[in-house]
Nanobody, 128 residues
Framework: QVHLVESGGGLVQPGGSTRLSCAAS????????VGWVRQAPGKEREIVAV????????YYAESVKGRFTISRDTAKNTVFLYMNSLKPEDTAVYYC?????????????????????WGQGTQVTVSS
């Protein structure tokens, strides 16, 4: 079983930056695909970034491309989401989600329900 815990959310000013962390326990996720999924009030979940199980594929939603970066620290069993040039429309609860190796990256970039494991979420609010 994989247990995921997000941290690093909070209140950020427009144009600011922050970093979200997704720490895993229970087993190593070094070869798991991991995605960051956000949900704003009244909106559907949006997959914003994915790192493939082999780290050779990175996906970003158009809404965050060029501003967000996903990365993995294998030694810490943690995946990060670096968020720059934040906009009020980035306000949402951000979840990290993981899926075992060899899973379909196509599904993991389009279908939140494709992920097997989820964290509890962390709120990011972009406001002045």
């Amino acid at each position: 079983q994989v247990h995921l815990v997000e941290s690093g959310g909070g209140l950020v000013q427009p144009g600011g930056s922050t970093r979200l962390s997704c720490a895993a326990s229970g087993r190593t996720i070094s070869n798991y695909a991991v995605g960051w999924v956000r949900q704003a009030p009244g909106k559907e979940r949006e997959i914003v970034a994915v790192i493939s199980w082999s780290d050779d594929l990175l996906y970003y939603a158009e809404s965050v491309k060029g501003r967000f970066t996903i990365s993995r620290d294998t030694a810490k069993n943690t995946v990060f989401l670096y968020m720059n040039s934040l906009k009020p429309e980035d306000t949402a609860v951000y979840y990290c989600a993981a899926d075992p190796p060899f899973s379909s990256i196509a599904a993991l970039t389009t279908t939140p329900d494709a992920y097997d494991y989820w964290g509890q979420g962390t709120q990011v609010t972009v406001s002045s």
